[in-house]
């Protein structure tokens, strides 16, 4: 089994609709990442959490919110989707013990009618 | 990310053939990682460099990290289709064990033809 996994892998949305992106983990790693993906621009961080009760804003949270529901579980929601967050999205998980290493989950592909 | 600059864009190479993709930082480097990412699919941690001077390899790949140019090199030999996919580098600008949030350079794309 993936150690960390993403839900749906692929989602289509009409403007305006609220949704929500999910990430487990298995590897027992603190702190989860949101990223997402356009193409030429590389990775781009939406928001961070160090431990369940930590939450930050990353380079590009504007129109995002998260939650950490557990250590394990880390979501993202869009309020209100529209079209320019059509994206691939990615969970990532890294830990102080394990090096850091950020370990990334399969990615979500969201398109935005 | 500007901070991070990654050349070639996209790249296409004969099986068999040597490669180079370099990753070049405006910032001081902490640490410098290497993933691949098959298209449209999750990214595959490759390696980390951390010290001027550190070279890396695994398999056919090898990166490099050279601090006075702020700069790291990917070296793939002999490349393979099985090496197809887009190349990103990361970046750790901030040293202070803060979560390592990394800064992502925009990706090379490798084409290996048969």
């Known amino acids: 089994d993936a150690d960390v996994t993403q839900t749906p892998r692929n989602r289509i949305t009409k403007t305006g609709k609220r949704i929500m992106l999910e990430c487990s983990q298995t590897?027992?790693?603190?702190?989860m990442y949101w990223y997402r993906q356009d193409p030429g621009l590389g990775l781009r961080l939406i928001y961070y959490s160090f431990d369940v009760k930590d939450i930050n804003k990353g380079e590009i949270s504007d129109g995002y919110s998260v939650s950490r529901q557990a250590q394990a579980k880390f979501s993202l929601s869009l309020e209100s989707a529209i079209p320019n967050q059509t994206a691939l999205y990615f969970c990532?998980?890294?830990?102080?013990?394990?090096?850091?290493?950020?370990?990334f989950g399969p990615g979500t592909r969201l398109l935005v009618l | 990310s500007q901070e991070l600059e990654q050349s070639p864009q996209s790249l296409i190479v004969q099986e068999g053939k040597n490669l180079t993709i370099n990753c070049t930082s405006s910032k001081t480097l902490y640490g410098l990682y290497w993933y691949k990412q098959k298209y449209g699919e999750g990214l595959i941690f490759l390696m980390m460099l951390q010290k001027g001077g550190e070279e890396k390899s695994h398999e056919k790949i090898t990166a490099k990290l050279d601090e006075k140019k702020q700069q790291s090199s990917l070296h793939i030999t002999a490349s393979q289709p099985s090496h197809a996919g887009i190349y990103l580098c990361g970046a750790d600008f901030l040293n202070n064990n803060a979560g390592n949030m990394l800064t992502f350079g925009g990706g090379t794309r490798l084409m290996v033809k048969p």
């Open positions: 990532a998980t890294s830990d102080l013990l394990a090096g850091e290493t950020q370990y």
């Open positions: 590897k027992g790693h603190d702190r």
